[in-house]
Nanobody, 124 residues
Framework: QVQLVESGGGLVQAGGSLRLSCAAS????????IGWFRQAPGKEREFVGA????????YYAASVKGRFTIARDMAKNTVYLQMNSLNPEDTAVYYC?????????????????WGQGTQVTVSP
């Protein structure tokens, strides 16, 4: 089992920044992707970005590319989502998730382990 715990959410004004953390514990798998997803009220959960556990590759949704950056700290078993130039459309609960396969996927169904989520609210 892999346990994931997100933190760092909060309220920020449009144009501001937040950094989310995803701490992994339990049985961790080397070189497996960690994905970030978000879900706004009344909407489906959507892919934000992902990183291989080694950090060699990152992928981003078009809506966040150039504004969001994913990085990892291997020593801390933690993956970060740096979010800049936030706008109200970024308001959602943000989740990190882990796959049990090395191939990055962008659909929630392909991720077996999930954190509890952290709320991000961007005011106009």
């Amino acid at each position: 089992q892999v346990q994931l715990v997100e933190s760092g959410g909060g309220l920020v004004q449009a144009g501001g920044s937040l950094r989310l953390s995803c701490a992994a514990s339990g049985r961790t798998f080397s070189n497996l992707p960690i994905g970030w997803f978000r879900q706004a009220p009344g909407k489906e959960r959507e892919f934000v970005g992902a990183i291989t556990w080694s950090g060699d590759s990152t992928y981003y949704a078009a809506s966040v590319k150039g504004r969001f950056t994913i990085a990892r700290d291997m020593a801390k078993n933690t993956v970060y989502l740096q979010m800049n130039s936030l706008n109200p459309e970024d308001t959602a609960v943000y989740y990190c998730a882990a796959r049990s396969s090395v191939i990055i996927r962008t659909t929630p169904e392909d991720y077996a382990y999930w954190g509890q989520g952290t709320q991000v609210t961007v005011s106009p």
